[in-house]
């Protein structure tokens, strides 16, 4: 599986980006899916997962803010981010779930997303 992320940029505090991950690969709408992002000289986390089925989870820093989705058609996972701000900037990864190592273990190259004050 093959991950890549697009929709980073530079935006204004309040406002909004949507980030799309194409996924090649014929097992996509099999694979529980995520998004996570890492902020200089922070750890990597999580910010919102759905499940091959369409069930969500969201970080409780994002919760209500941002919004996960995926289109199996397309092979593509989005997350729509509102209400943006500058605890939000960081490089934002989607990643693949692989049931048979229990892991996220497929991940793209990441997209930047900065929000300025």
């Known amino acids: 599986v093959q991950l890549v992320e697009s929709g980073g940029g530079l935006v204004q505090a309040g406002g909004s980006l949507r980030l799309s991950c194409v996924a090649s690969?014929?097992?996509?709408?099999?694979?529980?899916m995520g998004w996570f992002r890492q902020a200089p000289r922070k750890e990597r986390g999580l910010v919102a997962t759905?499940?091959?089925?369409?069930?969500?989870y969201y970080a409780d820093s994002v919760k209500g803010r941002f919004t996960i989705s995926r289109d199996n058609a397309k092979n593509t996972l989005y997350l729509q981010m509102n209400s943006l701000n500058p605890e939000d900037t960081a490089m934002y990864y989607c990643?693949?779930?692989?049931?048979?190592?229990?892991?996220?273990?497929?991940w793209g190259q990441g997209t930047q997303v900065t929000v300025s004050s």
């Open positions: 990643a693949a779930y692989e049931d048979q190592v229990g892991e996220y273990h497929y």
């Open positions: 690969g014929s097992s996509f709408n099999r694979n529980a």
């Open positions: 759905i499940s091959s089925g369409g069930i969500t």
